[in-house]
């Protein structure tokens, strides 16, 4: 289980900006000068190096990618013909069996609730929007685009494409704000109270970006609030589910078994893909859903498409073979990552021994939420830029774009090598202190 309080988190120690600037503060203010002006210099000799490293998205390296290269050789055409059926034809729109059984041996959710689809999870969550918007989510429901004012619930600081496709379909963005445990549960029930709130956006585990994953009493709670809406929907995206950093890595509670105790399945949409295990867009995307809900999604998918890529289905399966070895592929990827993720923390903890930043020590997922002085976040974004290391675009991490207190940036530290990496963080590094120091004056 995941221990809880055994690792430092922003959320157990809250900023206070009188305490965490105390280290600075105590200088006087020709020493604080100094000490902007030395660091500005050293800034400065990064600049001029015209570097250009990118943070700023959560994709593999190339060194990942390769430990999935063996796709390439991994299908045969008598691969696609050996269950009888033939899969290089149309056909299976729930996806092969033996794809629909790996997810399942996963992800824990039932085979039978699984499709196993295409390319993208992000595809899916889009589409069962759109669904929802055009024909409501079954049982007679107003389509969504019918009602007067539609809201949504964004976990922050949360994933910047979720958002955008809620705000652009015109649902108005509520922000709930992360903590240790997931969502503020408090507030989330609160709101659900609103029956123009649909629906929710939820990463579980390892959450994008701050790594957290919710405990089994959040779990619990999601599934069993009262929502004013009949057709409120929680967009349970798992993206993270398998993505340990460590063998102790944090464990989720079963969802659709919760769901199932209080009678509320039908509130889960599930989904996840393999884009972070294998090859991102070209993997394998799931979507999981309660009987009843597939029984409504089902047709209205079949009209999208007559079947998924079924090659790059059983390509996967012929891959990653069985659950074991899927975890083992893993087990190679968190070896490649893990040295990315220390030395990132490596640096990080000199601006929390300085009192000017907090930041998550997430045990998997892809990214690091590190939380700079409130009203600093924008312009160590700038400072960076101007060195030429882009960061994920500050904000991005709020609905609208809007980080109210200016004061999170996302960082990825998987793309880049460790060297780029070790270069861009003592960069970052300075461009906070730097950034703290003009704050104070
Ligand atoms: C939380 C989350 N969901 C979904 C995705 C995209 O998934 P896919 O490649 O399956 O569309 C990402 C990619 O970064 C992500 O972080």
């Given at each position: ?73 991994a ?32 992800y ?28 409501g ?30 705000e ?34 939820c ?10 994953t ?49 009678g ?57 073979k ?18 990315k993720f ?15 930043a907090?930041?998550?020590?997430p045990k ?78």
């Open positions: 289980m995941k221990e809880r309080g055994a690792r430092p988190s922003f959320f157990s120690e809250k900023i206070n900006k009188r305490d965490v600037c105390m280290k600075f503060n105590e200088l006087s203010a020709e020493e604080r000068a100094a000490l902007l002006s030395q660091y500005t210099a050293e800034y400065e000799a990064y600049r001029a190096r015209g570097l250009r490293l990118d943070l700023s998205r959560g994709k593999p390296a190339a060194e990942q990618l390769d430990l999935s290269n063996g796709l390439f050789q299908l045969s055409a008598e691969d696609c013909r050996a269950t009888g059926a033939d899969y290089r034809n149309y056909g299976l729109g729930e996806g092969i069996p033996a794809m629909r059984h790996l997810f399942s041996e996963l824990g959710v039932p085979e039978e609730l699984i499709l196993a689809c295409g390319n993208s999870s992000l595809q899916l969550m889009h589409d069962t929007l759109m669904r929802c918007m055009v024909f989510v079954g049982d007679g429901h107003t389509p969504w685009c019918r009602e007067e004012r539609i809201k949504w619930l964004c976990v922050t600081p949360g994933y910047d494409r979720h958002f955008a496709i809620t652009r379909l015109g649902f108005e963005l509520i922000s709930v704000p992360m903590t240790e445990d997931g969502p503020d549960m408090d507030m989330v029930e609160e709101l659900v109270k609103d029956s123009a709130v649909k629906g929710m956006w990463v579980p585990k390892y959450s994008n970006p701050t790594g957290n919710y405990s089994e009493e959040t779990v619990r709670r999601l599934v069993s609030m009262p929502c004013a809406a009949p057709d409120f929907r929680i967009f349970w995206d798992n993206a993270y589910a398998i993505h340990d950093l460590e063998l102790d890595g944090d464990v989720l509670a079963d969802v659709f078994a919760l769901a199932e105790e209080v509320n399945e039908d509130r889960i949409y599930y989904f996840a893909s393999t884009s972070k295990i294998t090859f991102p867009g070209a993997g394998v995307a799931m979507m999981a859903a309660s009987k009843h809900n597939l029984a409504h999604l089902k047709p209205l998918m079949n009209l999208q498409t007559i079947g998924y890529d079924k090659i790059n289905q059983c390509r996967h399966v012929a891959f990653l069985d659950g074991a070895t899927t975890m083992a592929h893993m087990h190679a990827l968190a070896d490649s990552l893990r040295p220390a030395c990132t923390l490596r640096h990080l903890s000199e601006l929390r021994a300085l009192g000017i907090s930041y998550t020590e998997g997922g892809y990214f690091v939420s590190l939380d700079v002085l409130p009203g600093t976040a924008r312009r160590v974004f700038f400072l960076m830029k101007e060195a030429g290391v882009t960061l994920t675009q500050v904000g991005a991490t709020f609905p609208y774009g809007v980080d109210p207190k200016d004061t999170n940036l996302r960082l990825a530290p998987t793309y880049a090598t460790l060297e780029e990496l070790e270069l861009g963080m003592s960069i970052l590094v300075l461009a906070v202190k730097i950034a703290a120091l003009e704050s104070m004056v």
